[in-house]
C-alpha cells in the first residue's frame, strides 16, 4: 500500500458508516447514494492518472478502495471501473468517462465489432451482437465492451460504449446485484484493437478484481465469526472455547490467509508491469475454493441468525458465492493457470511456480 492508502480507507470507511448494506431489489439495484458520495470524495477515480480525469495514486490505492468496499458488501461497480474498464480503456489509449458516472466492463456473450469508415477519424466501431453477465448492467452509464475482432484480424477490439438506451435484461447475481445482458444493434463506439495478449491481460484483471473482493469479503465473514464466537455463550461460556469451534476457526483462518498471500502476490505482479494471466488465475481459483469452506464454517458458528436480513454475514457470504463464479469460474481459470505452468515443460515448472507465487 501507498504511504496514503490508510487516508484513502479512513476516508471509504467513514462514508461506508452512514451507508449500511441493504438487500437489493429490482426497484433498488445499487446504492446510489453511496456512489455518489464516493464520487464527491474523489474515491471513484482513485489509481486513474489525473491527466486522463481520474483522482490519481496507484494501484495499491486502487486496490485499498475496492476491498474497504467489498469488505462492507457495498452494492457499487468501483471494483470494475478501477480495476479492469478504467486502466484497460487507458491502457488502449481511449478516452475515460468521467470518473463519477459509473463505468462498468463486459468480457461475456458474443459481440463482434466492425470498423467504420465515416469520416470522423480512426477508432470508429460498430458492435453487434450481445454482452451477457454484464456486471450492473442497467447501473452502470458507460461499458467498456471486450468484443471480437473483424473477421482474419487476430485479437479483440476493447471499444466504450454509452450504455444509456440499450436494451438490457434483468438478471441478477445470488446477492442481487445485476447481471443482465446488453443488446449492442449497431451500436456506434470508440475502440481499439488489441492483441491477443492484451486481450488475455484485460480477461485476467477482471479476474484479479474478483479475487481481490472475495479476499477482502472472506476476510470480514471470518472476523466477524471470530467475534461472534467470542460473545455467543453456550453453557455458561463462549461457544469460541469450545474445541469443535476452535478447529473451525482455525479452518477458515488458514483459507483466508491462503487467498490474501496469493491475491497479494497477484497485485504485486500487476504493479510491477508483469505478465498477470497466471497469477490472476491462481488469485482466482484459490479464492473460488476457499468460498465453500469459509462461507458454511461462518454460517454453522452463527447458526440461524446469520441468514436474518439485518445481520451483515448472508450480505457478505451471497457475494462471495456470487464472485466466485464471475468473471471466469475456477475450471476456466484452472485450465488457464495449468495450461501456463506447463508451457516451458516439466524443467520449466518450478521456475514458473515461483513467478506465480
Known amino acids: ?66 476491498r474497504t468496499l467489498a469488505a462492507g458488501a457495498a452494492a457499487v461497480p468501483v471494483a470494475e471501473q478501477l480495476l479492469v474498464a478504467g486502466p484497460a480503456l487507458l491502457a488502449a489509449d481511449l478516452d475515460l468517462p468521467s470518473p463519477e458516472e459509473p463505468l462498468t466492463i463486459a468480457t461475456g456473450g458474443v459481440v463482434h465489432a466492425e470498423p467504420v469508415d465515416d469520416g470522423d477519424g480512426p477508432g470508429r466501431w460498430t458492435l453487434t451482437g450481445t454482452a451477457t453477465d454484464v456486471a450492473w448492467s442497467g447501473v452502470a452509464r458507460h461499458v467498456a465492451v471486450l468484443a471480437a475482432a473483424p473477421a482474419g484480424i487476430e485479437g479483440a477490439v476493447l471499444a466504450l460504449v454509452d450504455a444509456e438506451g440499450l436494451a438490457t ?16 444493434g449497431g451500436a456506434p463506439a470508440r475502440g481499439a484493437l488489441l492483441s491477443p495478449a492484451r486481450a488475455a491481460e484485460v480477461r485476467a484483471r477482471y479476474a484479479l478484481a474478483r479475487a481481490v473482493q472475495l479476499a477482502a469479503a472472506l476476510e470480514q465473514v471470518l472476523d466477524l465469526t471470530v467475534r461472534y464466537a467470542g460473545e455467543r455463550e453456550q453453557f455458561g461460556r463462549p461457544i469460541a472455547r469450545f474445541q469443535a469451534v476452535q478447529m473451525e476457526l482455525a479452518e477458515m483462518a488458514g483459507e483466508v490467509t491462503a487467498v490474501t498471500a496469493l491475491v497479494d502476490a497477484a497485485v504485486q505482479t500487476l504493479a510491477r508491469g508483469e505478465d498477470v ?21 461462518a454460517h454453522q458458528v452463527h447458526g440461524a441468525i446469520g441468514f436474518t436480513q439485518e445481520h451483515r454475514l448472508h450480505h457478505l457470504t451471497r ?39
Do not use: Q, Y
Not at 11 to 37: K, Q, S, Y
Not at 169 to 184: I, K
Not at 332 to 354: E, F, M, R, S
Open 1 to 66: 500500500m501507498s504511504e496514503h492508502a490508510d487516508l484513502v480507507v479512513g476516508t471509504v470507511r467513514d462514508i461506508l458508516a452512514a451507508h449500511e448494506a441493504f438487500a437489493l431489489t429490482p426497484e433498488r439495484p445499487w446504492d446510489a447514494g453511496l456512489w455518489a458520495d464516493l464520487a464527491d470524495a474523489g474515491l471513484t477515480g482513485v489509481g486513474l492518472p489525473e491527466e486522463a480525469g481520474g483522482s490519481g495514486g496507484e494501484l495499491s490505492d486502487a486496490v485499498a478502495v475496492v
Open 169 to 184: 435484461s434483468e438478471a441478477r447475481n445470488l446477492a442481487g446485484e445485476p447481471r443482465g445482458s446488453l443488446v449492442l
Open 277 to 297: 494471466v497466471l497469477a490472476a488465475a491462481a488469485a482466482k481459483v484459490r479464492a473460488g475454493a476457499a468460498v465453500e469452506v469459509v462461507a458454511r464454517l
Open 319 to 357: 457475494r462471495c458465492w456470487s464472485w466466485r463464479d464471475e468473471a471466469g469460474s475456477e475450471l476456466t481459470w484452472a485450465t488457464v493457470l495449468g495450461v501456463g505452468l506447463l508451457a516451458d515443460g516439466p524443467d520449466g515448472l518450478w521456475p514458473a511456480l515461483t513467478r506465480v507465487v
